[in-house]
């Protein structure tokens, strides 16, 4: 028997049972799965993802799922983007080998009450202006590390605050899993890909490009041999500043594990953005070393 997935059709795993015999299928296959967790409105970042997945595993599964438990009550759950049908073709056109797209009533039936709770690194920046955010990453991503029982797990340094958590996660529960952390997808003007970006209209777009404009700005400073934090997060909100649009939440020049502000820039050290355009909260951070890659 190959190890090597078959070019056969993706699978829909439908249910929680679908998920984990397609699981126990590819373990007694010996095949590594790799898993990458989205909410949907694929784009090519959740793609990027998709390639990391397939380059460090044999049978790769992408979850599909707007989960509730991490939208607070005044955020658009009800209208973020879904299209599982487009998402299917891009999964599958990518090389998905299954799609685990479940119900809100499959994940978290009546009487679901447990929570995986994060540790102090989710209060600030995400946290705090979410508050419960990451109990709900968490909780979810928690589940389905049971189900698919992944030797690789995918996510992006966009959301670089879930991926630190994550880490944490695993290290403290002793999940036997590999997690890799993918850079940033963007648009050729530096805008990173997020599905929320369909929100924005031509003006909305333009004041979005400050995010990116000033983590640039942020990165040329470091280039320049500035390792003062104060003064790289200045710069940074230098640029913020030129663009009304965009109504700034945090700019955030903070130690990689540990998340609290920096003080002395490393290569490292991350610089984060929040904002607002309208209705639309965008985020954006570089590693400071590596810039808008
Ligand atoms: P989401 O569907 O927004 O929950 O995102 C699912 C995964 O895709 C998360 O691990 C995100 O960090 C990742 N992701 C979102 N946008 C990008 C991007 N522009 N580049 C790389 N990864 C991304």
Redesign the pocket.
């Known amino acids: 028997m190959t190890k090597a997935s078959t070019s056969a059709p993706m699978l829909d795993l439908l249910t929680i049972p679908d998920l984990r015999a397609w699981t126990r299928d590819q373990r007694a296959a010996g095949r590594r799965i790799g898993l990458?967790?989205?909410?949907?409105?694929?784009?090519?970042?959740?793609l990027?993802?998709v390639d990391a997945a397939r380059r460090r595993s044999d049978a790769v599964v992408m979850s599909v799922f707007v989960n509730p438990l991490q939208f607070g009550p005044e955020e658009d759950l009800t209208r973020y983007p879904r299209d599982l049908a487009r998402d299917r073709l891009l999964a599958e056109g990518r090389g998905v080998d299954a799609v685990f797209a479940p119900t809100e009533a499959m994940m978290y039936p009546p009487g679901s009450s447990t929570r995986v709770v994060p540790g102090p690194a989710a209060e600030r920046w995400e946290g705090a202006a979410r508050p419960g955010h990451f109990t709900g990453v968490l909780t979810v991503v928690a589940k389905l590390f049971h189900l698919a029982e992944p030797d690789v797990a995918?996510?992006?340094?966009?959301?670089f605050q879930?991926?630190v958590l994550v880490r944490q996660m695993v290290r403290d529960l002793d999940w036997p899993l590999e997690l890799a952390v993918?850079?940033?997808?963007?648009e050729p003007d530096g805008l990173?890909?997020?599905?929320r970006n369909v929100y924005l209209d031509e003006s909305g777009r333009r004041s979005a490009l400050g995010l990116s404009a000033a983590l640039g700005a942020a990165h040329q400073a470091w280039r320049e041999g500035e390792r003062n934090a104060a003064a790289i997060e200045a710069r940074a909100r230098g640029v913020l500043e030129k663009h009304p649009g965009l109504a700034v939440e945090y700019v955030a020049v903070v130690d990689p594990e540990t998340l609290e502000p920096a003080s002395r820039a490393s290569a490292e050290t991350i610089v984060a953005l929040a904002g607002r355009v309208g209705r639309t909260r965008l985020i954006d951070n570089i590693i400071l070393g590596q810039g808008l890659v």
């Open positions: 990458v967790p989205t909410m949907g409105a694929l784009h090519e970042g959740h990027a993802l995918c996510f992006g340094q966009k959301d879930q991926a993918v850079p940033t997808v963007r990173a890909l997020s599905s």
